[in-house]
């Protein structure tokens, strides 16, 4: 139920903080002049000429909630500190007044103004505080007496004040919200750098497993070992024989010797382009490793300066046929396996018997 008397329509936060203050005050308002007819009502401690003046509270603060509940809470807000104003006004004067104001009450609509509007409608209603308490002492005669001089005095001083202090507040409200912008800014520009981060490195991460791929597929193209003939693996080398690729090499064909169960593995180097030390030694280890398996190496593509840098080195490749061209070393090979017998099978029992009958 409080909820609902408070509510309002208000476009953005501030209207709607503004305005439900505003009706706050108003609903105040309306049960102070409510209470105070009743007791003129029914007691004798109000006079009932003050009953009018109850009236006109109660019908402006009713103006002043429906004003704030439309969302209009600047015009609601100065109808509310004019309706304040004049009350105290009219409460200090002979014909209403029975009880003795207080000069500071005069400052009360400023405040209001300078919580609910702000620092400019403090300042203007300062103003007129100030000119209702001289017309209010002009009236009554007072203008002159000290204490009169004194009240003007400090309610011009506290008016001031009051505007000072509602204008610091505005501006440094100003400058929270512009930190708040700011940092909101701020948040937004690092939330689309981190998407436009976590972006690239998707795309970094694709790119990554694309290079792997391409150079998996690299490594198995340049390392081939492909089987000719049964029993008969080829190893054709194109390029240059580094340590990496000499190591991936050597594990591709210890793999492919096993697999195949090879009995001859020929290493054609008609592709590589420089035969260095280095490379001798590669091709040296690499022949050393095939051997272990049980396995004849063949080497083929041959050159003269290749052959040069294997004596010059004195690398043992004694134990491996060489031959000048691929086609040579396949023709070797396959002239070995015409000449070599097929294996006999082992007898059985039962032959060994009808053997001795």
């Given at each position: 139920m409080l909820s609902r008397l408070v509510d309002v329509r208000a476009q953005n936060s501030n209207q709607y903080l503004r305005s439900q203050l505003v009706k706050v005050c108003a609903l105040l308002f309306i049960a102070a002049a409510g209470l105070s007819s009743v007791l003129m009502l029914t007691t004798s401690l109000l006079p009932m000429r003050m009953m009018p003046f109850n009236l006109?509270?109660?019908?402006?603060?009713?103006?002043?909630?429906?004003?704030?509940?439309?969302?209009?809470?600047t015009l609601s807000a100065a109808l509310l500190c004019t309706i304040v104003?004049?009350?105290?006004?009219?409460?200090?004067?002979?014909?209403?007044?029975?009880?003795?104001?207080?000069?500071?009450s005069y400052i009360v609509p400023a405040l209001l103004a300078g919580l609910l509007i702000g620092s400019q409608a403090a300042a203007l209603f300062g103003i007129l505080a100030v000119l209702e308490q001289?017309?209010?002492?002009?009236?009554?005669?007072?203008?002159?007496?000290?204490?009169?001089?004194?009240?003007?005095?400090?309610?011009?001083l506290v008016s001031i004040l009051t505007w000072l202090t509602i204008q610091t507040l505005?501006?440094?409200?100003?400058?929270?919200?512009?930190?708040?912008?700011?940092?909101?800014?701020a948040e937004a520009e690092l939330r689309q750098q981190q998407q436009a981060l976590e972006a690239a490195n998707h795309e970094l991460r694709s790119a990554n497993q694309q290079q792997a791929a391409l150079l998996e597929l690299v490594r198995d193209l340049e390392t081939p070992a492909i089987p000719i003939l049964d029993g008969v693996l080829a190893l054709p080398l194109i390029g240059?024989?580094?340590t990496r690729r000499a190591a991936h090499l050597t594990e591709a064909a210890l793999q492919a010797v096993h697999r195949e169960r090879a009995r001859v593995v020929i290493i054609d180097i008609t592709g590589v382009s420089v035969v260095d030390s280095a490379v001798a030694q590669r091709i040296e280890q690499l022949a050393q490793a095939i051997r272990l398996l049980g396995a004849r190496v063949m080497l083929t593509g041959m050159r003269a300066e290749v052959a040069q840098t294997i004596a010059a080195q004195g690398l043992d490749f004694s134990a491996v046929e060489t031959?000048?061209?691929?086609?040579?070393?396949v023709a070797r090979v396959l002239d070995a396996l015409a000449t070599t017998p097929a294996p006999t099978p082992a007898p059985t029992p039962h032959s060994k018997h009808n053997g001795l009958a």
């Open positions: 006109v509270i109660i019908v402006g603060s009713v103006m002043v909630y429906a004003l704030a509940q439309r969302g209009h809470a104003s004049i009350a105290i006004a009219l409460t200090a004067t002979p014909l209403f007044g029975m009880f003795e104001v207080n000069p500071a001289i017309i209010t002492a002009a009236w009554l005669g007072q203008l002159t007496q000290g204490t009169t001089i004194t009240g003007l005095l400090v309610l011009g505005e501006r440094a409200a100003e400058q929270a919200r512009q930190q708040t912008n700011t940092a909101r800014q240059h024989l580094d031959a000048g061209r691929l086609q040579d070393g």
